[in-house]
């Protein structure tokens, strides 16, 4: 896996590659759903419940950020995101309330 930052006067871009199975290119609509796996035939033995990258997504978006995820099976998939260095802007706080999940949470966070 690699991962890089780049800093530029107005952007923080931050690359992450691997080079693992990819994900399928139907797949990719949806993969920012909460509980969304693109290869649900692997439930039982690979780890995760599908909530982190929704997660990541919300928070980026929070940072009135963007993220891009191209993928190409069996190649591997890359995750980009941008961020404004912009501060003059105020945050708006955004609710991450997962209601009634603490057992599919305490699974994604198992591996910690």
Known sequence: MDVNI?????????????????IPKEKLKNIFERFERADRSTIKTSEGSGIGLSI????????NGTIDISSVENKGTIVKIILQK?????LEVTDFSIDHLSEKVKLELSDI
């Open 86 to 90: 912009d501060n003059s802007k105020d």
């Open 6 to 22: 780049k800093d530029t006067e107005q952007l923080i871009i931050i690359s992450i590659k691997d080079t693992g199975v990819g």
């Open 56 to 63: 990541v997504k919300q928070m980026v978006e929070a940072l």
